[in-house]
């Protein structure tokens, strides 16, 4: 598979319409859950949430994380999806006695040696600072997909979120990458230029690289960790829960 990019169609997916409607209708039922809250990585699929989101002029609350490491690329597509919506992204940082700790106890370089020095990096930069975020919230949105990787095949489009105690809304689970990218070309949504470079999912700048052809998706994400295998994950989403504890909204 190529990048996202490059799968952009010039014509609307087969059901296209009624997976956007499912996706108003489950979006609709998210913000009844409240306080809710939109975590954006400013991916494409993060930012075609935030656009719905504001074309229904939802009360989800629209959060990123600046890991300090992001690309420039990142932030810019932040402040232009903001002028294209008229929402504003709260940005969320670690804290900074956290990453000076961290710091004092691994270099930063040790991240492509250890893969628990990289899950250390990621739980300092991320996961502490978003588990510190949804404290107190009712319900998350977020942008996976099951097209994404083997290890999200099964993600349910809404479940109870073990981790972090709170309804977890994946409202693009069942959307292909030609979806994503149509939405994208129908509404004019800026993204994030690292796509057309042949990056298919953008995480933190020293992480993050190009895939190559026939590559999945996510295998520019800590790639040196791979093995062959498809791109991990940092820790914010971990496999969905059993059948008999998810629930799937129908639509």
């Known amino acids: 598979m190529t990048a996202c990019f490059a799968l952009s169609p010039d014509r609307p997916p087969f059901g296209f319409a009624s997976r956007v409607d499912a996706l108003a209708a489950l979006l609709d039922r998210a913000a009844r859950q409240q306080p809710c809250v939109l975590a954006s990585s400013l991916s494409v699929e993060d930012n075609v949430l935030m656009h719905a989101i504001s074309v229904a002029a939802l009360p989800i609350e629209v959060v990123a994380i600046d890991t300090l490491k992001l690309p420039q690329t990142t932030h810019a597509v932040a402040a232009e999806m903001e002028r294209a919506t008229g929402r504003t992204i709260r940005w969320l940082r670690p804290e900074v006695t956290a990453l000076i ?9 040790a991240i492509y040696h250890s893969r628990a020095a990289r899950e250390r990096c990621c739980t300092v930069r991320k996961v502490d600072v978003l588990a510190a975020e949804l404290a107190g919230k009712a319900a998350w949105v977020t942008g996976l997909r099951r097209a994404h990787s083997e290890g999200r095949e099964t993600i349910e489009t809404e479940h109870w979120d073990t981790r972090f105690a709170l309804r977890k809304f994946n409202p693009l689970a069942a959307w292909s990458d030609e979806d994503v990218w149509w939405y994208t070309r ?41 093995n062959g295998q498809q791109g991990g994950e ?12 998810s629930v799937e909204v129908v639509v």
């Open 186 to 226: 129908v509404h004019g949504l800026p993204f994030n230029g690292l796509y057309e470079r042949g990056y298919a999912s953008i995480g933190c700048e020293p992480c993050t690289r190009a895939i190559r052809p026939g590559e999945p998706l996510r295998a520019g994400r800590w790639w040196w960790e791979q």
């Open 101 to 109: 700790a961290h710091a004092g106890s691994h270099r930063f370089e």
């Open 234 to 245: 940092c820790g914010l989403h971990l496999a969905p829960p059993p059948a008999s504890e």
